[in-house]
């Protein structure tokens, strides 16, 4: 069983990356890593002292771990990464953030073969 859900999610992965992914740049300090990642959105609401709620959305980016590199070494996302996108022949920068004060970075799913690292667009330029 455990055989048949690496391979669906293999399936899976590369369906994404062939039909939905695109080359973004992941940054820590002054390292740069290419990758093929999905983006992805997740929503939270969170209600306040006062009993109002505030929505909170995510700009997410699925990257396999295996790509998850830098200096040769495959890391976990951490918080401050960047993710440096093209949008409309412009580069936009996107912080890799916790989500809600917890992680900033979840599993896609059981098989642990992607992140889904939660980030904030911070800049844009062209």
């Known amino acids: ?8 999610d293999k399936a899976l992965r590369d369906f994404r990356r062939k039909h939905r992914g695109e080359v973004v740049h992941l940054k820590r300090g002054a390292q740069i890593t290419p990758v093929t990642a999905t983006r992805a959105r997740t ?19 699925i990257v396999p771990v295996s790509e998850y590199v830098f200096a040769g070494q495959a890391v976990e996302p951490e918080p401050g990464d960047r993710v440096i996108a093209v949008e409309n ?9 916790p989500a809600q004060g917890e992680h900033c970075w979840d599993w896609l799913n059981k098989s642990h073969g992607d992140y889904r690292v939660f980030s904030k667009r911070i800049a844009t330029r062209s």
């Open 89 to 97: 022949l412009k580069h936009v920068t996107y912080e890799v953030v």
């Open 1 to 8: 069983m455990a055989e048949i859900m690496r391979r669906r």
């Open 43 to 61: 929503e939270h609401d969170r209600v306040e002292e006062d009993g109002s709620v505030t929505r909170w959305i995510s700009n997410d980016w």
